[in-house]
Structure formats: structure tokens, C-alpha cells
């Protein structure tokens, strides 16, 4: 008999990354609930706003057919997503960094439109909003995540995935985010993996392939974390290790009342903005 999945630890490349930066930084991301709503909470910001927005456009085209993705301007579904960020919604306090955030936005789109790649391809759109599988029924975990793009490919009968990166940072050789995707994308779909890449769309015009990792050792490295995750939720141990830092000093504050409340996102989550003594583009690019 299968477990209950609603009893589990559910763990995610977003989760563990946060668990990894800091326990305490884990919980009030994952974990709390406003006590009033009973929601968790977010904070939000251009940077998370901006990648949200291109996210939402490249996942409308991938779930039609190859020959339907293009027929609409991509600048144009930008424009109809685009009013679910504006302004204070998306921690955005002046009109002028709104703009220039939006117009990155749009320069990746055509970019993306003129050297459309493996977009233009067959793809695979795995049918859960979310998808998930046991780590390990016996411990109770799933590990779940969201792939931004699967790529079919007919002469091998395989697949390749590929993360979209709308930051301006490269991703670390040790981030687990390709793997765990990789591990997912190997359980979740019926097709092997047989190449993986990040694509990033404000300094490239394809996508950059990546090496991948062994299947066995990143199940059991991830694996490992998500027992300590799950320890930690078990003791109520979320300590931050430097006595309050970068990844959730701002959390508190909102804990504390300093923010303002803006509305929910998409999954129910109070979204609140933290008005910053320098609300500038570097500022928020850090985040």
C-alpha cells in the first residue's frame, strides 16, 4: 500500500537550496504560516517578478504545438502576464526600474523568438502541474520540481532538459538544480535523459549544455539533505547559524510587522513588499 503523500516531507531544488543557505531562511520560506491567514508568506521583488513573468510566457508556448508556439509574439504575451507584476505587486517602487525590468524582459523574448532552438522542436509536457516521486517510501520524502522545458528528440527516441536563467549570474558547478532536475525528469517521464542544459537568456542566444551527473550518486546526495530536512522539521530545529543573515533577515522583518501585505500569489501565499533604504537595480539584483 502506498504511503500518504500528504504525510511526507516534500522536498524541491528551491527548498533544499534555501535549507542549505540557512535552517532558519528554510523555515519561514517553507514552514510558517501567518497566524492571522494561516498562509506562508513571500516577499517580493523585480528580480523574482522579472523571471517570473518570462517563466510564464515560455510555459503558455510549451504546451502547444510546435508549429503554434510563434504565431503569437512572445512580447505580446509578455504584455498580458505583465499586469500580474506591476508595480507594488512586484516590488517594484519606481516606474523607471519597472521599465527597465520589463524591457529585459522583452529583449530575452526576442531573443529567444529570433533563435527559438530546440523551442521550435517536439516537446514533452509532463501532465502534473507538479511533478513528484517517492525518494524514499520508506522515509517518507518526495522530492518534486517543476521543469521549465523537455525537448524530445526523435532520432534518439530521449530527451533533453533545459532551465531557463533570467538572472545575470551563472550557475555554480556544485548547484544541485540540474541534477535534481535530471533525477525528475528520469522518474517522472517515460523518455531517458540524455542531455540537460541551462539556457541563459539575457546573454545567450542558445542553450548551454551541461555534464550529467551520475543518476545513483545524486539521488543519494540529495537523499542526505532531505534526511537532515526532515530531522529538522521533526525537532523544530531551525537555527540560523549566523545569528540573522542576508537570506532571512528580511523574513523577519515581516514577521516582525515592517512589511506590506500586496495581495497572494498563485499558490496562496501572502505576498508582502520590504521597502529597502536603496531600491535600486543592484540592490535587487543581489536578491
Same mark, same amino acid.
Given at each position: 500500500?502506498?504511503?500518504?503523500?500528504?504525510?511526507?516531507?516534500?522536498?524541491?531544488?528551491?527548498?533544499?537550496?534555501?535549507?542549505?543557505?540557512?535552517?532558519?531562511?528554510?523555515?519561514?520560506?517553507?514552514?510558517?504560516?501567518?497566524?492571522?491567514?494561516?498562509?506562508?508568506?513571500?516577499?517580493?521583488?523585480?528580480?523574482?517578478?522579472?523571471?517570473?513573468?518570462?517563466?510564464?510566457?515560455?510555459?503558455?508556448?510549451?504546451?502547444?504545438?510546435?508549429?503554434?508556439?510563434?504565431?503569437?509574439?512572445?512580447?505580446?504575451?509578455?504584455?498580458?502576464?505583465?499586469?500580474?507584476?506591476?508595480?507594488?505587486?512586484?516590488?517594484?517602487?519606481?516606474?523607471?526600474?519597472?521599465?527597465?525590468?520589463?524591457?529585459?524582459?522583452?529583449?530575452?523574448?526576442?531573443?529567444?523568438?529570433?533563435?527559438?532552438?530546440?523551442?521550435?522542436?517536439?516537446?514533452?509536457?509532463?501532465?502534473?502541474?507538479?511533478?513528484?516521486?517517492?525518494?524514499?517510501?520508506?522515509?517518507?520524502?518526495?522530492?518534486?520540481?517543476?521543469?521549465?522545458?523537455?525537448?524530445?528528440?526523435?532520432?534518439?527516441?530521449?530527451?533533453?532538459?533545459?532551465?531557463?536563467?533570467?538572472?545575470?549570474?551563472?550557475?555554480?558547478?556544485?548547484?544541485?538544480?540540474?541534477?535534481?532536475?535530471?533525477?525528475?525528469?528520469?522518474?517522472?517521464?517515460?523518455?531517458?535523459?540524455?542531455?540537460?542544459?541551462?539556457?541563459?537568456? /539575457?546573454?545567450?542566444?542558445?542553450? @548551454?549544455?551541461? %555534464?550529467?551527473?551520475?543518476?545513483?550518486?545524486? +539521488?543519494? &546526495?540529495? *537523499?542526505?539533505?532531505?534526511?537532515?530536512?526532515?530531522?529538522?522539521?521533526?525537532?523544530?530545529?531551525?537555527?540560523?547559524?549566523?545569528?540573522?543573515?542576508?537570506?532571512?533577515?528580511?523574513?523577519?522583518?515581516?514577521?516582525?510587522?515592517?512589511? /506590506?501585505?500586496?495581495?497572494?500569489? @498563485?499558490?496562496? %501565499?501572502?505576498?508582502?513588499?520590504?521597502?529597502? +533604504?536603496? &531600491?535600486? *537595480?543592484?540592490?535587487?539584483?543581489?536578491?
Amino acid at each position: 500500500m502506498e504511503k500518504d503523500k500528504y504525510k511526507a516531507t516534500w522536498v524541491s531544488h528551491s527548498s533544499i537550496n534555501d535549507y542549505l543557505e540557512c535552517p532558519r531562511a528554510y523555515y519561514l520560506k517553507n514552514v510558517y504560516k501567518d497566524p492571522e491567514t494561516n498562509n506562508k508568506i513571500t516577499i517580493a521583488n523585480p528580480a523574482l517578478s522579472l523571471g517570473w513573468a518570462v517563466h510564464e510566457v515560455l510555459d503558455q508556448i510549451s504546451k502547444l504545438a510546435a508549429a503554434e508556439r510563434f504565431k503569437v509574439s512572445l512580447i505580446d504575451r509578455l504584455k498580458d502576464v505583465w499586469p500580474e507584476v506591476t508595480g507594488k505587486k512586484g516590488g517594484f517602487f519606481d516606474e523607471k526600474i519597472e521599465y527597465q525590468y520589463r524591457k529585459r524582459g522583452e529583449d530575452m523574448l526576442s531573443r529567444i523568438y529570433q533563435n527559438p532552438g530546440p523551442l521550435k522542436n517536439p516537446a514533452i509536457k509532463i501532465k502534473n502541474d507538479l511533478p513528484y516521486f517517492w525518494l524514499s517510501e520508506e522515509e517518507e520524502i518526495i522530492l518534486c520540481g517543476k521543469i521549465d522545458w523537455i525537448e524530445y528528440l526523435e532520432d534518439q527516441d530521449t530527451v533533453h532538459i533545459i532551465d531557463f536563467k533570467t538572472g545575470k549570474n551563472r550557475e555554480k558547478p556544485e548547484s544541485l538544480q540540474l541534477p535534481i532536475y535530471y533525477l525528475l525528469a528520469t522518474q517522472t517521464q517515460g523518455k531517458p535523459v540524455t542531455k540537460a542544459s541551462y539556457w541563459y537568456l /539575457e546573454s545567450s542566444s542558445a542553450p @548551454q549544455e551541461q %555534464a550529467l551527473p551520475d543518476l545513483d550518486q545524486t +539521488k543519494k &546526495n540529495i *537523499l542526505n539533505i532531505a534526511r537532515k530536512i526532515k530531522t529538522a522539521r521533526n525537532l523544530k530545529a531551525f537555527t540560523c547559524p549566523h545569528g540573522g543573515c542576508r537570506a532571512c533577515r528580511d523574513f523577519e522583518r515581516i514577521i516582525a510587522g515592517e512589511g /506590506e501585505k500586496v495581495g497572494n500569489n @498563485q499558490y496562496g %501565499a501572502d505576498v508582502y513588499i520590504l521597502p529597502s +533604504k536603496n &531600491n535600486n *537595480l543592484k540592490d535587487f539584483e543581489i536578491i
